[in-house]
């Protein structure tokens, strides 16, 4: 039979530091003689008075059962030692497991927090709410063929606008004649009258025409519509000078050129032209 193996003198260093440090855990010798006493004064009761002298058999039987049962007492109180030491250990590592239970409460009791009370619910999402929001928007379409009309409307009153919008282009040519342009009025009409006088109707009418392309509403208008028919009757058109001489007498009735303008015609026809045409 093979003896047991010491580990410290035949293990590894691994084994003998590991019972080095066994003994560090261990109680000192006081705390253990502590210990078993008090073990052995709780086991062995005090003999009665009235036993005999046991024999030397049950004396050893007996010292038997309370060494072992001495040896069982320390080892449970070297557990305890043991076991206490080691408790700060747990003690460290505990609080990391204890922590996620204030998170869970935390979260089980975030939800009432947000929660919305019946009554705003209930004003939110009953369906009877639903046509209100959408009734609105059904009305549009209703209305539009009214808004259509009025718009057409309106184009038409702006398709007819164009034409009042062209008034103010003649407003511009009406305007008040300066010194200058009534001067040049004048040079143009006198030079006409010359050609006139000398016979050269071909002079007088280029002059005219020049007259008429620059000053369309000139200020001496009628003036010009006068030296115009005497041109046409001095080159024989008697009937383009007498429908000229009636649109004037139309715009300028009671004007001091329409006595001319009978005058000339009067002048030109014969007796019973003159007789309705000479002035009273």
């Known amino acids: 039979m093979t003896s047991p193996k010491r580990l410290l003198e035949e293990g590894s260093s691994f084994d003998r530091t590991l019972l080095r440090a066994a003994r560090a855990d261990r109680p000192s010798p006081e705390l253990e003689r502590r210990l078993i006493a008090a073990a ?19 004396r050893l039987g007996r010292s038997r059962f309370v060494a072992i049962g001495a040896i069982g007492i320390g080892a449970s109180m ?18 990391a497991v204890a922590n ?24 939110v999402t009953t369906p009877d ?13 209703t209305s539009s063929p009214a808004a259509v009309t009025l718009v057409r409307r309106e184009a038409v009153v702006l398709a ?16 008040p004649a300066t010194e200058a342009s009534l001067q040049r009025e004048v040079e143009l009409l006198d030079a006409v009258k010359r050609s006139l006088r ?12 020049a007259y008429d392309a620059e000053f369309r509403r000139g200020t001496l208008k009628p003036e010009a519509g006068v030296l115009r028919i005497r041109l046409m009757l001095a080159k024989g058109d ?23 303008i009978r005058a000339v015609l009067a ?10 045409t000479s002035p009273r």
């Open 40 to 58: 052995c004064g709780a086991v062995v009761p005090a003999p009665p008075a009235s036993t005999t002298r046991p024999s030397l058999l049950a």
């Open 78 to 95: 070297l557990a305890v030692v043991s076991g206490e030491s080691a408790t700060p250990i747990a003690e460290t590592s505990t609080p």
């Open 100 to 123: 996620p239970a204030p998170l869970t409460e935390a979260r089980e009791e975030a939800p009432p927090t947000v929660e919305i009370s019946p009554s705003e619910s209930l004003a």
């Open 129 to 141: 709410a639903l046509p209100n929001v959408v009734t609105p928007a059904a009305v549009v379409p």
């Open 160 to 175: 007819a606008a164009p034409s009042t919008n062209e008034v103010p282009a003649p407003a511009e040519a009406t305007a």
């Open 198 to 209: 000398a016979s050269a109707l071909d002079a007088a009418e280029r002059e005219l025409d």
């Open 238 to 260: 008697r009937a383009g000078a007498t429908a000229l001489g009636d649109e004037l007498l139309r715009h300028h009735p009671d004007s001091v050129h329409a006595k001319r």
């Open 267 to 276: 002048a030109d026809g014969g007796d019973g032209t003159r007789t309705q």
